[in-house]
Structures are given as C-alpha cells and as structure tokens.
C-alpha cells in the first residue's frame, strides 16, 4: 500500500510559479514510477510528467517550464511549475505505480489566474 499526499496548489498568475509536492507514505525508492497528472474542468486526466530511476518524461505542453524532481531522504516527489499560463489551471494529482499496482493522491487545485 502507498498513500500519497499532495499539496503546494493554490491561485497564480499568468507568468508566475508554484512548487507541488507528493508525500509518500513509504521510500519512494521502491516505487518504479511516480508522477504528475492533471484534470482540467470538463477535460479527461493527462500526464504531465513522470519519472523513474531511469527516466523523465514530460507532456510537450510543459516542457521548459515544469521540472519533475524526487527527495528521496524525504520520501516526497516535486514538481517546480514556472511560466504559468491559464491552460494549466487544473487539478493536479500525484501519481505512483508499486507492486503493479496504480496509487493516486486526492489532487490539489492549480489556479491561474489574473
């Protein structure tokens, strides 16, 4: 079992930057994939980006302003979120793959925003 905690949403504005971050309730070492997902207001969930031990994959609408990054003595996964525009307003949910299985935190709202 993995629970995942998200947090660091919040109301920005366009051009600006926020800091998510996803505890892990166990050493995020063993767990082969963690990521960012995000839903939109009437929109399907997409990935915006995912990392394993051995490699980083972002959704071309993020690349060059998002950076996925991992703390593993804090058990926690980031996600830096420069140059924020409106189309990212969403909310944002932690995503982790263990033992086979798929493990989601509960989301944290993204505004942005004038």
């Known amino acids: 079992q993995v629970q995942l905690v998200e947090s660091g949403g919040g109301l920005v504005q366009p051009g600006g930057s926020l800091r998510l971050s996803c505890a892990a309730s166990r050493n995020i070492f063993s767990i082969y994939t963690m990521g960012w997902y995000r839903q939109a207001a009437g929109k399907q969930r997409e990935l915006v980006a995912r990392?394993?031990?051995?490699?980083?994959n972002y959704a071309d609408s993020v690349k060059g302003r998002f950076t996925i990054s991992r703390d593993n003595a804090k058990n926690t996964v980031y996600l830096q979120m420069n140059s924020l525009k409106p189309e990212d307003t969403a909310v944002y949910y932690c995503?982790?793959?263990?033992?086979?299985?798929?493990?989601w935190g509960q989301g944290t709202q993204v505004t942005v925003s004038s």
């Open positions: 995503y982790g793959l263990y033992e086979n299985r798929d493990y």
């Open positions: 990392l394993t031990s051995s490699s980083t």
